[in-house]
């Protein structure tokens, strides 16, 4: 856009808000950009440019070709100033707002005219005043930080929130949190009791907010479809970003196979990732990382190599669906660190042929000499499943191990739960729900039947590694490491590992992914992140005994997320498959249905 067609568009909005109507997207965020104070952060916003493919700071777009941006995190820029609201109201399929940890002062600016708005994070501000009791009537906001800033008031009566009220927040009185069945603390004169909650999880209404000096344990106090969830900083909310391995931290790989120099810069701040094949990194400024670096696509005799005696020094493709790469294609690929896990780290690279995968790096994998491993490997890579992620290749070497798989763009099953992906209410209703555990079901099945041989044929069955594909069938990864990890390892990385035999004596059998699955169907049906994903045990919910509580006081569609619950005439299904879940987390695994009991009464249970 020119300097004299921008100039008119500053015209434009300050004559008539109706000539936004025809604003781009990248217009719409030049005039937002306008309208605030010390904006040399925001840089990279500039005319005759594109926010998704010139990659503009804090501007992240949907990854699946349609160049519309859907979220913004301005965080930590030092921005002032006045907000413009109107501007980006322009941005339709806008999902996430965050301006926290700036300078901006004034009253709460009408961010509920952002109606397709899905989370709010404006704390450690300046705002002030007060809030009025309409605010969030037509909002279908999920998840809202208003923490650190100087409202002067606080009122959250009338609802029906849930959980222990803050030390902080003591101070504002019983009156403020009356009418709050669910709610217990010093004000309220309620004993909490720990891993229990009284209410159920349900659509909230928020009066007044005001005087909030910090708010963790109430957290998403909204009205309409607004629940509360169980996250209690909001950097716990990070910490599962981490472990769904889908908040991109974006990095840019650079040099050839033998260097394999990268460089890296969080979003938010940090460095982190590095080079996909194992070399080094370093920190830099660079942003741009997900646009294809352009060159030739590495030939058979420079890239893969199918034979068993290849050399240790490249890729083994053991699944040709998506043609042959090797290592020097994947080193060249721009890239992306997706998340450290337990079992060791996650990359996604885009290779110069538009191909895109998931590389998982694992050290210390060294349970199986080199032959056994690929023998095993292999076997894996045979499967064909359409709810079984199939392996692509792999790389060997004693200190790490490399496994690549396809890219699933839109995500884990726990980010898709509890993150913020654009999804709507609509989309993820009961029907789509019961389709994803019954894929679930039909791809452990296959697994059951193909590594029959194995105690453990899946091992590490949680949401984030359960991957969605475009119409929500659901592809399990991570499966199959049982005999390639030590003890030690599995121990430490692999969920089954946490279930409670295998806490409490070290024993491991089939009764273990049983275990997984019904952690899984809890969670899918309550909405609840939960808290035996947690290493350290803080945070989430404790899906099983907070059902437990549910079952035994016959009170099974409170507990029910109300974003499915309201479909009054699958109640009876609904508790079935609740039921189920509560089943296959007994305690003692004789109480356990079979791996195939459980799935059969799953495919019993209609939409």
Same mark, same amino acid.
């Not at 067609?5 to 004559?15: I, R």
């Not at 501007?87 to 009408?110: R, Y």
């Given at each position: 856009?020119?300097?004299?067609?921008?100039?008119?568009?500053?015209?434009?909005?300050?004559?008539?808000?109706?000539c936004l109507l025809s604003m781009s997207e990248a217009e719409a965020l030049l005039a937002f950009?306008?309208?605030?104070?010390?904006?040399?952060?925001?840089? *990279?916003?500039?005319?005759?440019?594109?926010?998704?493919?010139?990659?503009?700071?804090?501007?992240?777009?949907?990854?699946?070709?349609?160049?519309?941006?859907?979220?913004?995190?301005?965080?930590?820029?030092?921005?002032?100033?006045?907000?413009?609201?109107?501007?980006?109201?322009?941005?339709?399929?806008?999902?996430?707002?965050?301006?926290?940890?700036?300078?901006?002062?004034?009253?709460?600016?009408?961010?509920?005219?952002?109606?397709?708005?899905?989370?709010?994070?404006?704390?450690?501000?300046?705002?002030?005043?007060?809030?009025?009791?309409?605010?969030?009537?037509?909002?279908i906001l999920r998840r809202i930080w208003l923490s650190d800033n100087e409202f002067s008031e606080?009122?959250?009566?009338?609802?029906?929130?849930?959980?222990?009220?803050?030390?902080?927040?003591?101070?504002?009185?019983?009156?403020?949190?009356?009418?709050?069945?669910?709610?217990?603390?010093?004000?309220?004169?309620?004993?909490?009791?720990?891993?229990?909650?009284?209410?159920?999880?349900?659509?909230?209404?928020?009066?007044?907010?005001?005087?909030?000096?910090?708010?963790?344990?109430?957290?998403?106090?909204?009205?309409?479809?607004?629940? *509360?969830?169980?996250?209690?900083?909001?950097?716990?909310?990070?910490?599962?970003?981490?472990?769904?391995?889908?908040?991109?931290?974006?990095?840019?790989?650079?040099?050839?196979?033998?260097?394999?120099?990268?460089?890296?810069? *969080?979003?938010?701040?940090?460095?982190?990732?590095?080079?996909?094949?194992?070399?080094?990194?370093?920190?830099?400024?660079?942003?741009?990382?997900?646009?294809?670096?352009?060159?030739?696509?590495?030939?058979?005799?420079?890239?893969?190599?199918?034979?068993?005696?290849?050399?240790?020094?490249?890729?083994?493709?053991?699944?040709?669906?998506?043609?042959?790469?090797?290592?020097?294609?994947?080193?060249?690929?721009?890239?992306?660190?997706?998340?450290?896990?337990?079992?060791?780290?996650?990359?996604?690279?885009?290779?110069?042929?538009?191909?895109?995968?998931?590389?998982?790096?694992?050290?210390?994998?060294?349970?199986?000499?080199?032959?056994?491993?690929?023998?095993?490997?292999?076997?894996?890579?045979?499967?064909?499943?359409?709810?079984?992620?199939?392996?692509?290749?792999?790389?060997?070497?004693?200190?790490?191990?490399?496994?690549?798989?396809?890219?699933?763009?839109? =995500? *884990?099953?726990?980010?898709?739960?509890?993150?913020?992906?654009?999804?709507?209410?609509?989309?993820?209703?009961?029907?789509?729900?019961?389709?994803?555990?019954?894929?679930?079901?039909? =791809?452990?099945?296959?697994?059951?039947?193909?590594?029959?041989?194995?105690?453990?044929?899946?091992?590490?069955?949680?949401?984030?590694?359960?991957?969605?594909?475009?119409?929500?069938?659901?592809?399990?990864?991570?499966?199959?490491?049982?005999?390639?990890?030590?003890?030690?390892?599995?121990?430490?990385?692999?969920?089954?590992?946490?279930?409670?035999?295998?806490?409490?004596?070290?024993?491991?059998?089939?009764?273990?992914?049983?275990?997984?699955?019904?952690?899984?169907?809890?969670?899918?049906?309550?909405?609840?992140?939960?808290?035996?994903?947690?290493?350290?045990?803080? =945070?989430?919910?404790?899906?099983?005994?907070?059902?437990?509580?549910?079952?035994?006081?016959?009170?099974?569609?409170?507990?029910?997320?109300?974003?499915?619950?309201?479909?009054?005439?699958?109640?009876?299904?609904?508790?079935?498959?609740?039921?189920?879940?509560?089943?296959?987390?007994?305690?003692?695994?004789?109480?356990?249905?079979?791996?195939?009991?459980?799935?059969?009464?799953?495919?019993?249970?209609?939409?």
């Open positions: 856009m020119s300097t004299v067609g921008f100039l008119l568009l500053l015209l434009c909005l300050s004559l008539s808000p109706d950009k306008k309208s605030m104070s010390n904006a040399e952060s925001l840089d *990279s916003w500039k005319p005759n440019s594109d926010p998704c493919k010139d990659k503009w700071e804090g501007v992240f777009c949907d990854e699946e070709g349609k160049g519309v941006v859907i979220r913004l995190h301005l965080t930590k820029m030092s921005l002032s100033g006045t907000i413009d609201v109107n501007t980006i109201t322009q941005i339709k399929n806008l999902k996430t707002l965050s301006l926290s940890n700036n300078t901006f002062e004034g009253a709460l600016p009408p961010f509920n005219m952002l109606k397709g708005l899905r989370a709010l994070y404006v704390s450690s501000n300046k705002f002030s005043g007060e809030i009025p009791g309409d605010y969030f009537a037509d909002s606080l009122d959250m009566s009338g609802n029906q929130l849930e959980g222990q009220i803050p030390a902080s927040m003591e101070r504002f009185g019983a009156d403020a949190f009356k009418d709050n069945s669910g709610l217990c603390g010093k004000p309220v004169s309620k004993e909490c009791v720990n891993g229990k909650k009284t209410g159920g999880n349900v659509k909230v209404t928020i009066a007044i907010m005001i005087g909030i000096v910090v708010i963790m344990a109430l957290l998403l106090l909204l009205s309409a479809l607004i629940k *509360s969830k169980n996250n209690q900083h909001e950097e716990e909310f990070d910490v599962l970003n981490k472990e769904s391995a889908e908040d991109v931290v974006e990095v840019r790989v650079h040099g050839n196979a033998k260097t394999g120099g990268g460089s890296t810069r *969080s979003q938010n701040g940090g460095g982190g990732g590095g080079s996909v094949g194992g070399g080094s990194s370093r920190k830099s400024s660079t942003n741009d990382s997900s646009s294809h670096k352009k060159g030739e696509h590495g030939s058979k005799k420079a890239g893969s190599q199918q034979g068993k005696n290849a050399g240790m020094g490249d890729l083994i493709v053991i699944n040709d669906e998506k043609g042959s790469f090797g290592l020097a294609d994947l080193m060249k690929a721009s890239a992306e660190v997706l998340g450290n896990g337990a079992l060791g780290s996650a990359y996604k690279a885009v290779m110069s042929n538009g191909v895109s995968v998931v590389v998982k790096r694992i050290r210390d994998m060294n349970q199986l000499g080199k032959d056994e491993f690929d023998a095993e490997i292999r076997r894996i890579g045979k499967f064909r499943h359409k709810n079984i992620l199939t392996p692509l290749a792999y790389h060997y070497r004693k200190e790490e191990k490399l496994v690549v798989s396809e890219y699933v763009p839109k =995500g *884990s099953l726990l980010y898709v739960l509890h993150g913020d992906r654009g999804i709507s209410h609509a989309e993820l209703n009961w029907p789509t729900r019961l389709k994803i555990i019954k894929g679930i079901a039909s =791809g452990l099945q296959y697994l059951y039947a193909e590594l029959s041989d194995y105690e453990l044929p899946h091992g590490n069955l949680k949401s984030s590694n359960i991957f969605l594909g475009s119409n929500y069938e659901p592809i399990l990864s991570d499966y199959g490491f049982f005999r390639m990890v030590t003890t030690t390892q599995a121990a430490q990385g692999m969920f089954a590992y946490k279930s409670p035999e295998s806490v409490e004596s070290q024993q491991v059998s089939s009764k273990g992914d049983v275990y997984c699955l019904g952690i899984v169907i809890l969670e899918v049906l309550t909405g609840k992140f939960p808290s035996q994903y947690l290493n350290t045990g803080k =945070g989430g919910t404790n899906v099983v005994q907070w059902v437990r509580s549910a079952i035994e006081e016959k009170k099974e569609a409170e507990f029910l997320d109300p974003e499915i619950a309201s479909t009054t005439d699958a109640l009876e299904a609904m508790t079935r498959l609740l039921r189920l879940g509560a089943s296959c987390t007994e305690t003692e695994t004789n109480k356990r249905p079979s791996m195939e009991d459980a799935i059969k009464r799953i495919e019993e249970i209609q939409a």
